[in-house]
């Protein structure tokens, strides 16, 4: 069975330090890993993709690392913002029997920047 | 581009009542997903179109939910009758189509959120 597992479920940290989320899936046959945020209310928003061969991308003070051997992915947050108070859902790509692509979604990191 | 557009925000219903939601995707998003979130947990997909036909809908509880996607543009997603445990946000989204992986990038609506009393 596909599976997607976070940690931490929660994290509090003051604004302006950094953090790291974990992601460590089974999903097969792999295709790609995405991470999402999720501000309350609102629905994902895509922050990067990552395809097998990539090891790590960044999209501004967001910075996602894939290692496939291990099967585990992090996501680390520069200087951290009162705006980054959300959720981060880390999401694996598999090719589904149909054809097309069957996303396993994470239950996410509720992630909380104090001033 | 304008996003994904759901209505409405937000329901509230009784059980054994029915409801309806509707999405428009993006303009010229060939696919378009419809996904349940219980809170605390991450979407679930429910059913998945590929223009006006249906991909993977094997999630669907086909016995009280149905969605359709007539002209291959909107969208809407039905629930008849309701149970108390379909409380969640329903969320559509949509994708273009295509080889490059980040073409199957997709993009979210707001979501309905769903109070079934």
């Known amino acids: 069975k596909n599976q997607v597992e976070q940690s931490p479920q929660s994290l509090i940290i003051l604004e302006g330090k950094n953090c790291t989320l974990q992601?460590?899936?089974?999903?097969?046959?792999?295709?790609?890993l995405r991470w999402y945020k999720q501000d309350t209310g609102r629905g994902p928003v895509s922050l990067t993709i990552?395809?097998?061969?990539?090891n790590t991308k960044s999209n501004g003070r967001y910075t996602a690392t894939l290692d496939a051997d291990t099967k585990q992915s992090s996501l680390h947050i520069t200087a951290s913002q009162l705006s980054d108070s959300a959720s981060y859902i880390c999401v694996v790509s598999a090719k589904s029997n149909f054809g097309n692509e069957k996303l396993t979604f994470g239950t996410g990191t509720r992630l909380t920047i104090i001033p | 581009e304008a996003g994904v557009a759901q209505s409405p925000r937000y329901k509230i219903i009784e059980k054994r009542q029915s409801v309806a939601f509707w999405c428009n995707p993006i303009?010229?998003?060939?696919?378009l997903y419809w996904y349940q979130q219980i809170l605390g947990q991450g979407p679930k997909l429910l059913i998945q179109?590929?223009?006006?036909?249906?991909?993977?809908d094997s999630q669907l509880p086909k016995d009280r939910f149905s969605a359709e996607r007539l002209k291959g543009v909107d969208s809407t997603l039905k629930i008849q009758p309701a149970k108390l445990e379909d409380s969640a946000v329903y969320l559509c989204?949509?994708?273009?189509?295509?080889?490059?992986?980040?073409?199957?990038?997709?993009?979210f609506g707001p979501g309905t959120r769903l109070t079934v009393t």
């Open positions: 179109f590929q223009n006006n036909g249906v991909v993977d």
């Open positions: 303009s010229g998003h060939a696919t």
């Open positions: 992601c460590n899936y089974t999903v097969s046959p792999f295709s790609n």
């Open positions: 990552m395809t097998f061969s990539e």
């Open positions: 989204a949509s994708s273009r189509t295509g080889a490059l992986a980040n073409s199957y990038e997709q993009y």
